[in-house]
């Protein structure tokens, strides 16, 4: 298909800015505009004073005109600063570049000038982008010459689009680049929301953190004794696994596989072993100065939409509150009057396999409310009046299964979950097999139009291609990782839409923000959208959400981290900030 | 459980926009059966025997224990090493997991006597037409436990593929048509 016509223009925008006061986490504060419209060639260069004169975008943005730009929300970040009201037409080219060399090899990046690299056009060199970027970053004042310099840098940018564009025509997918626009936009509105930080606590712990190490060392050791000092002993770990009866996983050379992936994997099954997690993670990865926390107190930083493979969001680990370190999202509290609510779509993942595949058996289980006791049920594993109280251990071992199937996990890495014999996992993942048959066929099918057809794709049209090196549990897993993205995204775009308050998307939930008064009734519509989100995806079929709501002065909390926050602030001597049972 | 979904994102036809998630059912693809073994069923597996007399065979085979194989004969060799030879009766059947075998079930003999460890695999595999059913041998009773599971499992998924075919994937590099074959003639002595 090709470009639709816009009687109002395709206008090819680029904005220079830099955040508020130098700081990382503050709102942008523009510093030029550059617009040109693709068929007349006119060009508008405008400087900051000029942009704060005005209410609204230099050109028009209504629904006859069409909005271009690489990577639109630092764009509509711009537009939400200055208070215009932002396009109704949006092509991001990012999006369609990602789009289109989803597992492909980009030489050169996802970046304007990988971009222009990739479909063999000229660009500005990347160090003299990088100089230019600088001296915006440096911030204000800048004398004529450097004004002119700026100016001419964004509009190279412009140039680049215009160059850019008619290369990427025919790969963009028209009928479903206005909606991923629209995400653009909802992302930049959720980055200005930006998350609530107790910036006391964040001080406290920037200030106090090299000295409480040792003490914490020693503090959640005390349950575990694989410390020698600072240093993690294999041996004494080793020790503890066989005490505690956990069987762990090795490296083909027999040695105790140590990743954090793994322990995040047995943390998930062994509990007790998160505090230790959380430990390592934080000697080894922590730097609480790179979080991103602006003047007033909320984490702020790109979102990275349509990084991953999957289309999720990517924001930097360091950066972003919601990064792998869990007991520091105790740092997220509401402002006095205010409270939030992460909430979450219920199993997505098994949810979205049975929609998906059309399996009816699957979808019943996934309506009952607890699919993995259904599903049990379904096997004839337990009687048909099985509650999860009356049969908790066969119904963890039914999750174990359940989830096992959606990580692609084979037979022995169940077993070590449920701490069984393989021949046990081996037994249920087949009654897996034969209870879902029709899953399993659909799931089989999307292998073979991954080796077969060479791409996958979404309900929305996000895509991957199959590369060199085909990996059967990713490709398997696709439909469900990325059609969940696709319904974050439809919420999100709602979500704003409508208004509510959105913090930051968390891989399936959102983290919303209301007025104590307000915040049971925006939880429910918030719910409602996720609902009716997930039947778009799903072709009606609606998954239900769950929502952890935190009102002022609470703070929130996510109980794998709970028991290390809590040594932490023991540590600090800050026992009133505990949570939970502290 | 469904919903307009339009009403979500006003300006968007979103049932419109949605691309099928159907993936495979255009490519056709289908699962070849490359192998189909011929045994008695294990102790350890449930499993059904397809009904109706087109789903089994009376014919005339040959046993190599030692190797574990069995061989079909055609009829133009049944008389060149007719001590070796047993009648029996294929029957198709399948497991749990769908995977396909043929069960030889040895015949009387001219006398119309039975093996009573024959007849019992006998009624095994009858009631194995219309239950899922698993055999145990018990020396004791010199003949098989029957295990029939209580439970209502669903039917088994047979393959889109005719006797006839099933036979010649199984016996595919194990059909004797004649006394040249290496096995016969290693049987006689001749080579």
């Given at each position: 298909?090709?470009?639709?016509?816009?009687?109002?223009?395709?206008?090819?925008?680029?904005?220079?800015?830099?955040?508020?006061?130098?700081?990382?986490?503050?709102?942008?504060?523009?510093?030029?505009?550059?617009?040109?419209?693709?068929?007349?060639?006119?060009?508008?260069?405008?400087?900051?004073?000029?942009?704060?004169?005005?209410?609204?975008?230099?050109?028009?943005?209504?629904?006859?005109?069409?909005?271009?730009?690489?990577?639109?929300?630092?764009?509509?970040?711009?537009?939400?600063?200055?208070?215009?009201?932002?396009?109704?037409?949006?092509?991001?080219?990012?999006?369609?570049?990602?789009?289109?060399?989803?597992?492909?090899?980009?030489?050169?990046?996802?970046?304007?000038?990988?971009?222009?690299?990739?479909?063999?056009?000229?660009?500005?060199?990347?160090?003299?982008?990088?100089?230019?970027?600088?001296?915006?970053?440096?911030?204000?004042?800048?004398?004529?010459?450097?004004?002119?310099?700026?100016?001419?840098?964004?509009?190279?940018?412009?140039?680049?689009?215009?160059?850019?564009?008619?290369?990427?025509?025919?790969?963009?997918?028209?009928?479903?680049?206005?909606?991923?626009?629209?995400?653009?936009?909802?992302?930049?509105?959720?980055?200005?929301?930006?998350?609530?930080?107790?910036?006391?606590?964040?001080?406290?712990?920037k200030t106090g953190w090299q000295g409480i190490q040792h003490k914490l060392i020693a503090a959640v050791d005390a349950d575990y004794g694989?410390?020698?000092?600072?240093?993690?002993?294999?041996?004494?770990?080793?020790?503890?696994?066989?005490?505690?009866?956990?069987?762990?996983?090795?490296?083909?050379?027999?040695?105790?596989?140590?990743?954090?992936?793994?322990?995040?994997?047995?943390?998930?099954?062994?509990?007790?072993?998160?505090?230790?997690?959380?430990?390592?993670?934080?000697?080894?990865?922590?730097?609480?100065?790179?979080?991103?926390?602006?003047?007033?107190?909320?984490?702020?930083?790109?979102?990275?939409?349509?990084?991953?493979?999957?289309?999720?969001?990517?924001?930097?680990?360091?950066?972003?509150?919601?990064?792998?370190?869990?007991?520091?999202?105790?740092?997220?509290?509401?402002?006095?009057?205010?409270?939030?609510?992460?909430?979450?779509?219920?199993?997505?993942?098994?949810?979205?396999?049975?929609?998906?595949?059309?399996?009816?058996?699957?979808?019943?289980?996934?309506?009952?409310?607890?699919?993995?006791?259904?599903?049990?049920?379904?096997?004839?594993?337990?009687?048909?009046?099985?509650?999860?109280?009356?049969?908790k251990a066969a119904r963890d071992q039914f999750k174990a299964c359940v989830l096992a199937v959606q990580y692609g996990m084979g037979a022995?890495?169940?077993?070590?979950?449920?701490?069984?014999?393989?021949?046990?996992?081996?037994?249920?993942?087949?009654?897996?097999?034969?209870?879902?048959?029709?899953?399993?066929?659909?799931?089989?099918?999307?292998?073979?139009?991954?080796?077969?057809?060479?791409?996958?794709?979404?309900?929305?049209?996000?895509?991957?291609?199959?590369?060199?090196?085909?990996?059967?549990?990713?490709?398997?897993?696709?439909?469900?990782?990325?059609?969940?993205?696709?319904?974050?995204?439809?919420?999100?775009?709602?979500?704003?839409?409508?208004?509510?308050?959105?913090?930051?998307?968390?891989?399936?939930?959102?983290?919303?923000?209301?007025?104590?008064?307000?915040?049971?009734?925006?939880?429910?519509?918030?719910?409602?959208?996720?609902?009716?989100?997930?039947?778009?995806?799903?072709?009606?079929?609606?998954?239900?959400?769950?929502?952890?709501?935190?009102?002022?002065?609470?703070?929130?909390?996510?109980?794998?981290?709970?028991?290390?926050?809590?040594?932490?602030?023991?540590?600090?001597?800050?026992?009133?900030?505990?949570?939970?049972?502290? | 459980?469904?919903?307009?979904?339009?009403?979500?994102?006003?300006?968007?036809?979103?049932?419109?926009?949605?691309?099928?998630?159907?993936?495979?059912?255009?490519?056709?693809?289908?699962?070849?059966?490359?192998?189909?073994?011929?045994?008695?069923?294990?102790?350890?597996?449930?499993?059904?025997?397809?009904?109706?007399?087109?789903?089994?065979?009376?014919?005339?085979?040959?046993?190599?224990?030692?190797?574990?194989?069995?061989?079909?004969?055609?009829?133009?060799?049944?008389?060149?090493?007719?001590?070796?030879?047993?009648?029996?009766?294929?029957?198709?059947?399948?497991?749990?997991?769908?995977?396909?075998?043929?069960?030889?079930?040895?015949?009387?003999?001219?006398?119309?006597?039975?093996?009573?460890?024959?007849?019992?695999?006998?009624?095994?595999?009858?009631?194995?037409?219309?239950?899922?059913?698993?055999?145990?041998?018990?020396?004791?009773?010199?003949?098989?436990?029957?295990?029939?599971?209580?439970?209502?499992?669903?039917?088994?998924?047979?393959?889109?593929?005719?006797?006839?075919?099933?036979?010649?994937?199984?016996?595919?590099?194990?059909?004797?048509?004649?006394?040249?074959?290496?096995?016969?003639?290693?049987?006689?002595?001749?080579?």
């Open positions: 298909m090709t470009m639709p016509h816009y009687p109002g223009g395709v206008w090819l925008v680029d904005f220079e800015f830099h955040p508020a006061h130098g700081r990382e986490g503050n709102p942008p504060v523009p510093v030029c505009l550059v617009a040109r419209e693709v068929a007349s060639g006119r060009t508008l260069r405008l400087w900051q004073y000029e942009l704060a004169q005005l209410t609204a975008a230099p050109f028009p943005t209504d629904e006859t005109a069409l909005f271009v730009a690489y990577y639109a929300p630092a764009e509509m970040s711009c537009f939400i600063a200055l208070g215009w009201p932002v396009p109704a037409n949006v092509l991001d080219l990012f999006i369609a570049f990602r789009r289109h060399t989803n597992g492909k090899r980009t030489p050169a990046g996802n970046g304007l000038l990988g971009a222009l690299a990739y479909y063999g056009l000229d660009a500005l060199a990347a160090d003299e982008k990088d100089e230019m970027r600088n001296l915006v970053l440096r911030g204000g004042p800048w004398d004529a010459v450097e004004q002119r310099a700026i100016l001419d840098y964004c509009e190279s940018d412009v140039l680049a689009l215009a160059k850019l564009l008619p290369a990427m025509q025919g790969d963009i997918d028209w009928p479903r680049a206005s909606l991923q626009g629209r995400y653009a936009v909802a992302v930049a509105q959720i980055e200005a929301n930006g998350v609530p930080i107790d910036t006391d606590t964040l001080a406290a712990l694989v410390y020698d000092g600072i240093t993690f002993k294999l041996e004494r770990f080793e020790r503890y696994l066989a005490a505690n009866r956990i069987a762990w996983p090795r490296t083909p050379t027999g040695r105790l596989d140590t990743e954090d992936n793994t322990f995040k994997d047995m943390a998930r099954i062994h509990p007790q072993l998160s505090p230790l997690r959380e430990l390592r993670g934080a000697l080894s990865q922590m730097r609480l100065s790179a979080l991103a926390v602006g003047d007033d107190g909320r984490n702020r930083c790109m979102l990275s939409m349509y990084r991953s493979k999957t289309g999720r969001n990517q924001p930097s680990n360091t950066k972003f509150i919601f990064g792998p370190s869990v007991w520091l999202r105790g740092l997220i509290q509401p402002q006095p009057g205010y409270g939030l609510a992460y909430v979450d779509w219920s199993q997505q993942e098994f949810g979205i396999a049975a929609a998906l595949s059309g399996d009816t058996a699957m979808m019943t289980a996934y309506a009952s409310g607890d699919p993995y006791l259904a599903f049990a049920k379904q096997a004839g594993a337990v009687p048909h009046d099985a509650t999860k109280h009356s049969h022995e890495s169940l077993a070590y979950r449920i701490n069984q014999p393989v021949a046990r996992a081996r037994e249920l993942l087949d009654l897996h097999r034969r209870t879902y048959r029709r899953f399993w066929q659909w799931s089989d099918g999307v292998l073979h139009q991954a080796l077969l057809g060479g791409r996958l794709w979404t309900t929305y049209g996000w895509q991957l291609f199959t590369d060199d090196t085909p990996n059967g549990r990713s490709l398997c897993n696709f439909p469900m990782q990325a059609n969940g993205a696709e319904m974050l995204r439809l919420a999100c775009i709602q979500l704003i839409g409508d208004g509510v308050r959105i913090c930051a998307p968390v891989h399936d939930a959102v983290l919303i923000e209301a007025p104590l008064t307000e915040l049971d009734a925006v939880v429910a519509h918030t719910q409602s959208v996720m609902r009716k989100a997930s039947a778009a995806v799903l072709d009606g079929f609606m998954l239900e959400s769950d929502a952890k709501v935190v009102r002022a002065p609470e703070r929130y909390m996510d109980e794998r981290g709970e028991r290390m926050w809590n040594m932490v602030m023991d540590q600090l001597g800050l026992t009133t900030r505990k949570v939970g049972d502290g | 459980m469904s919903e307009n979904t339009n009403t979500l994102i006003p300006g968007f036809d979103l049932d419109s926009l949605r691309l099928p998630q159907n993936f495979g059912e255009a490519l056709g693809v289908k699962r070849l059966i490359t192998r189909v073994p011929v045994r008695k069923p294990l102790k350890t597996e449930f499993f059904r025997v397809h009904a109706g007399e087109t789903w089994r065979f009376q014919t005339m085979i040959l046993e190599l224990k030692e190797e574990g194989e069995t061989f079909l004969l055609a009829p133009p060799v049944w008389d060149v090493v007719p001590e070796l030879l047993r009648p029996a009766m294929l029957h198709t059947a399948i497991d749990r997991r769908n995977n396909v075998f043929l069960i030889p079930v040895p015949l009387p003999g001219p006398d119309g006597r039975r093996n009573p460890w024959h007849q019992s695999l006998a009624e095994v595999v009858a009631e194995a037409e219309n239950k899922w059913v698993r055999s145990v041998a018990n020396k004791h009773v010199g003949g098989y436990d029957m295990l029939v599971a209580e439970k209502d499992l669903p039917e088994p998924e047979w393959p889109d593929m005719t006797f006839q075919e099933l036979v010649q994937i199984a016996f595919r590099e194990r059909l004797i048509q004649s006394a040249d074959h290496p096995v016969v003639t290693q049987l006689l002595g001749r080579s």
